[in-house]
């Protein structure tokens, strides 16, 4: 494409130098070679009457002899030469033709080649077009350094805040749990706002999957104990509670994962219910557990105790890596719940807020219109997703590094955080990838139809 820029660039500006109208021009060739024709006629005419008298007259000579010869004090004009190409359909030999004639122009290939070759003017009208029609999706130093800052800033947060849920002694380490975490654990806080608002519940919400040892399940789903009974049940699930809770309640189930990561399902004695009871004693039920001591599981928690998954973690001395089951529960019993699950909020809620925030503030301070933003939207969702990819790998390194891989460390809430942003950006990316590509086969049909 370079080279065919370089040539049609050459032969352009050998065009601009031609100073006569080139119709004018073959219109007087015509008439000339009219006239010409007319002349040769009567000249046959007149060598005819003189044969006819006997005079032999000497043909022409058309030699190149006697052709006017070029003065040599007169130069020679100087003449475009059209470059050979190959013509044996041999495109490696295409190829090193491109790259010896760019060579000779000085275009180097590491870089654009088009912008060495096009008009400054052309390429900034360009590049101008193609942010009306498409939007800017570029990064300046100001976004690397704002997404850069927010991953860092909630990496940091997630260290000196979120932490792990509770003061504990991990493989003999004491580790210092989360103060705001704490706050929202304190049994005297806790038991006051359950006593005030939820207490009530208690006896409106009964549900066929609450039950709180093996026994109580007729033995059926092991290692169930009033500790980890919730974190075993599927209806106790803040998200899938509402799928399968819901479910239970109806037919008057109950749904377990046991000690061994199987699923198990029970059946009980409660009465099947309708769609709208159901529905309004999951919600019951669910806000009657979450001030307990024991509290509810983080959303999508109980998943990972679904079949027997080794994990990278050990929980003792020994060394040997046990699996999510057994990390689940651990980390359950030791304060990991949906309250812990809103303080690790703030991790994934610092990344939005400053990238989101900067992204409007610049945006209104350079004039950016809703339907500009909206073009550009596929670079809010590729910021977003480095803020979170950064801030993700930051509470890996907090967990391996600062406590020393006790799984209690992770922050469940950023890790989540990564699908959305992830699935956000492959939207926003491939959506712009076909509004170009409309945009490209509108222009080549508007181009064929000129040709045609």
Do not use: C
């Not at 065919?4 to 080139?22: H, I, Y």
């Not at 060495?116 to 300046?140: C, F, M, N």
């Not at 001030?291 to 079949?307: E, I, S």
């Not at 942003?421 to 000129?450: G, N, P, Q, Y």
């Amino acid at each position: 494409m370079a080279y065919q820029a370089v040539t049609l660039t050459e032969l352009r500006g050998l065009f601009d130098q031609v100073e006569f109208d080139l119709m004018d021009v073959l219109e007087r060739e015509h008439r000339v070679s009219d006239t010409l024709d007319t002349v040769e006629s009567e000249f046959h005419a007149v060598r005819a009457r003189l044969h006819a008298m006997g005079i032999h007259v000497p043909a022409a000579d058309t030699s190149s002899n006697a052709a006017s010869p070029v003065s040599a004090e007169t130069p020679e004009r100087p003449r475009y030469t059209v470059p050979t190409l190959s013509t044996g359909g041999d495109f490696d030999q295409l190829v090193r033709l491109a790259e010896a004639r760019l060579d000779r122009l000085g275009v180097d290939l590491t870089r654009d080649p088009l912008q060495q070759v096009l008009p400054t003017g052309q390429i900034a009208r360009s590049l101008r077009s193609y942010t009306e029609k498409h939007g800017d999706i570029s990064w300046d130093k100001a976004d690397w350094t704002v997404v850069l800052a927010a991953g860092f800033l909630a990496t940091l947060l997630d260290v000196i805040l979120v932490r792990i849920p509770r003061d504990t002694t991990f493989l003999g380490e004491k580790q210092t749990g989360s103060p705001l975490t704490k706050w929202l654990q304190d049994r005297d806080r806790a038991k006051d706002v359950h006593d005030r608002f939820f207490k009530g519940f208690e006896k409106l919400a009964k549900v066929p999957y609450d039950a709180p040892t093996t026994k109580a399940t007729g033995g059926l789903v092991s290692g169930m104990r009033p500790a980890t009974h919730r974190l075993q049940s599927f209806g106790h699930d803040p998200a899938l509670g509402f799928l399968v809770g819901v479910a239970d309640i109806m037919h008057g189930t109950g749904t377990y994962i046991d000690k061994a990561g199987q699923l198990v399902q029970v059946a009980g004695v409660a009465d099947p219910v309708g769609l709208i009871n159901a529905l309004l004693t999951q919600v019951r039920h669910l806000l009657s557990d979450v001030y307990t001591p024991a509290g509810l599981q983080p959303p999508l928690f109980t998943l990972l105790q679904l079949g027997q998954i080794e994990s990278p973690f050990s929980l003792g001395p020994s060394g040997v890596k046990v699996p999510w089951t057994d990390v689940a529960r651990y980390m359950y019993t030791n304060g990991y719940d949906l309250r812990h699950f809103f303080t690790m909020g703030i991790t994934p809620g610092v990344v939005s807020a400053v990238i989101r925030g900067y992204w409007l503030l610049k945006s209104y301070t350079t004039g950016g219109t809703a339907t500009q933003r909206k073009l550009e939207h596929a670079k809010l969702t590729s910021m977003l997703l480095l803020g979170h990819t950064i801030a993700t790998s930051g509470t890996l390194i907090k967990t391996g590094l600062i406590f020393g891989m006790n799984p209690a460390a992770l922050n469940y809430n950023q890790i989540l955080a990564m699908a959305p942003a992830t699935i956000a950006w492959f939207k926003e990316a491939i959506a712009r990838d076909h509004r170009i590509s409309r945009a490209l086969d509108k222009e080549w049909e508007l181009l064929l139809a000129d040709v045609r």
